[in-house]
């Protein structure tokens, strides 16, 4: 493959830069932790400045892994340039928050638009669909009230999107606080957590897997059918097979 480029971080600053493409090394596992700090070594080397719309590959996302901002570990995707443009790919994530689906542990479900562009979600949930012990929403899980209302906000300038979950007083966080952001030249998908509890900053391989899900349907513009999460079981192999439950 040469010819093709190849990225290259430019500096401590987290800027890429694209260069001669050489012989690509063995796939490193991206589910291997600790084997690399930064996802760039374990980036495919393809030339990410082709046409938009001109790529079928499957994406790939890489958990625990600089941000391109350089302010934490991350999980970020493949480059997408050559899969779509920058706002073909924020519209289509947003859409994602705007259409979420009703899960198995939804038994209601309502979804509103405020002035300034956030999104609530408002759910009522089957609280018998529900596992204790596992991470997330559950974490907390007050089975005394069903009611849990999601707010994302979107900031379009920044291409960046926050979504909290609260129990149905609209105060208590029922969740961690995730965080979505998109990111230019390559063109990138960012993503992590905030524990509720710690503060932490989470990346690992059930976010990754699941933004994996997510993108490979943003951009082959399915949008319609991608699910929400809920809950992230982790003591599943895969986050796929529980996707009927999942939503963000």
Known sequence: RSGLAVLRPDGAGGRWS???CPEPPPRLSKRKKGAMGSAHSMYR???????PGTCRERVICYPMADSPTGDGLSVISDP????MTKEQLWQALVRWRQVPLRTLATLEMEVNEEEDGTIVTKRVMDMSKIKEGH???VRKV????PIRISRTEVDHDGMMMTRSIFYGDGRSLA?????IRVTTDPLIVEAWRIDVSSGTRLCEDDLSSFMETILNQVVTMKGDAMPDIEEIDNS?????ENLSILCW
């Open 142 to 145: 007050d089975a005394s009230s």
């Open 236 to 240: 599943q192999s895969s986050v796929r």
């Open 45 to 51: 080397d393809y030339d990410w400045k082709s046409t």
């Open 175 to 179: 969740h961690n606080r995730d965080f």
């Open 80 to 83: 997408l340039d050559k899969y």
């Open 135 to 137: 991470s997330g929403l």
């Open 18 to 20: 694209a260069g001669p």
